[in-house]
């Protein structure tokens, strides 16, 4: 069975959305703002902490997840960079999975993958509480009153 793929930045010939396309441009997009994401994530995590990498710990990620803005933050990291990956990934079992049946168990396998871990990381963000140990106000005494 001969397999096409959509060429991404051609005029298209069949009907229907190109999906093609709307996948290339996500790569560029995501690629554009994960680049200002991943730079600030490490600034704040990493170089502006006094100790630097070092001050990361429990009550630092308890600190950051209290605030409404970090969560956001994170979940768009999270989300941008799996979807980029699992696209990029798909594109490469397309150039090299040559038999149909590979290629789809592994296309199903990466969109299952990376449901379950957006599922999973949003999940953690949203719901993260650093208090549910009844002693976390002895070392947490700002957040868990
Ligand atoms: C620093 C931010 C990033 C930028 C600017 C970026 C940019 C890009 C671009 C423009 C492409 C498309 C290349 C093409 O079509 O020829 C791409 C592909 C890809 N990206 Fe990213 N990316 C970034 C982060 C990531 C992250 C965090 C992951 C993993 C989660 C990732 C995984 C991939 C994969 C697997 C591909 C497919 C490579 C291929 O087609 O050979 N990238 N990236």
């Keep these: ?3 096409v793929i959509e060429t991404p930045n051609s005029p ?3 009907k229907g959305a190109n999906w093609e396309k709307y ?4 790569m560029r997009i995501s690629g554009a703002l994960l ?3 991943i730079f600030g994530h490490l600034l704040v995590n990493m170089v502006l902490p006094e100790g630097g990498v070092k001050a990361i710990d429990f009550a630092f990620v308890a ?3 209290a605030n409404p803005f970090w969560q956001a933050y994170d979940c768009l990291m999270l989300w941008l960079a799996l979807i980029h990956g699992t696209n990029g990934m798909r594109t490469i079992v397309n150039d090299y999975a040559e038999k149909a049946a590979v290629r789809k168990t592994l296309q199903i396998v990466l969109l299952v993958t990376c449901v379950a871990l957006i ?3 949003t999940l953690t963000l949203t719901t993260f509480d650093p208090c549910i140990d009844p002693a976390a106000h002895t070392y947490l005494p700002s957040i868990c009153k």
Excluded: F
């Excluded at 996948?23 to 996500?26: A, C, K, L, S, V």
């Design 23 to 26: 996948g290339w441009m996500y």
């Design 119 to 121: 599922i999973l990381g």
């Design 1 to 3: 069975m001969e397999i």
């Design 12 to 14: 298209r010939k069949r």
């Design 35 to 37: 680049v200002a994401l």
């Design 63 to 65: 600190g950051k997840w």
